[in-house]
């Protein structure tokens, strides 16, 4: 694991640093200002039957965090570096698009007084940029780069946690009022799309993705 944190460590700082920079200027300006008419999704039935919930769930919210940026420094190629970058864009980039154009306004509950958590959630994040769901888009991007790297080197009881952790992280973005289930789905969706664009749409892509492979083998017979 060290030796995949230390892999083109330079790249990897230049690439955090603009990727985040990016992604929180237009995030920022995106999730406060509304250029055209806001529009409301239709509620489906985990809307109605999860209650606000801000603690603890506002802090297995902010988890995710904890999670996307360290995974890429996992990359032990430049090939997939790069392209992780463009997977990166691309999901950042088609959710900006919805943003602008069909601002959704996420179901917050604006009376009452937000605190621990949920305080730093409300602080950071504008109320515009709900559809479709990062979150969700983050969870589907960045588990199917755990596959990529791991696969099934992965134990059955790791599997597991990891996708408990992600069903958590999707409940409290309902339990938080910060997302409507729908934007879950389109959200996953857009991940889904940033993930073949990264790695299976054209030959260089699945050349990349066929290095991480080659790379996790050759791991493993070093460990040998």
């Known amino acids: 694991m060290w030796s995949r944190f230390q892999a ?35 509620l489906l039935w985990p809307d109605l039957v999860i209650p606000f919930q801000p603690e603890p769930w506002a802090w297995i919210y902010l988890s995710q965090f904890l999670v996307v940026g360290p995974l890429a420094w996992l990359i032990p190629t430049r090939s997939g570096l790069l392209r992780f970058g463009v997977g990166f864009a691309a999901l950042s980039g088609i959710s900006f698009l919805i943003f602008l154009f069909f601002p959704v306004a996420s179901p917050r509950i604006l009376s009452a007084p937000p605190f621990g958590a949920m305080a730093w959630i409300v602080g950071y994040d504008g109320i515009l940029n709900a559809f479709p769901s990062l979150h969700a888009g983050f969870l589907v991007f960045e588990g199917a780069l755990a596959w990529r790297l791991f696969g099934r080197r992965l134990s059955v009881p790791l599997r597991c946690v990891g996708v408990a952790w992600g069903l958590a992280v999707l409940y409290a973005t309902i339990a938080t009022r ?36 080659q790379s996790d083998v050759a791991s493993q017979a070093g460990s040998r």
């Open 178 to 213: 910060q997302h409507y289930a729908v934007d879950l789905l389109a959200g996953g969706v857009v991940g889904a799309v940033a993930d073949w664009w990264a790695w299976g749409s054209s030959p260089k892509a699945r050349a990349a993705a066929t290095m991480l492979q």
């Open 8 to 42: 083109h460590w330079g790249l990897k700082l230049r690439l955090t640093i603009l990727l985040n920079l990016g992604f929180w200027t237009v995030y920022s300006v995106l999730g406060r200002i509304a250029l055209f008419p806001r529009r409301t999704p239709p």
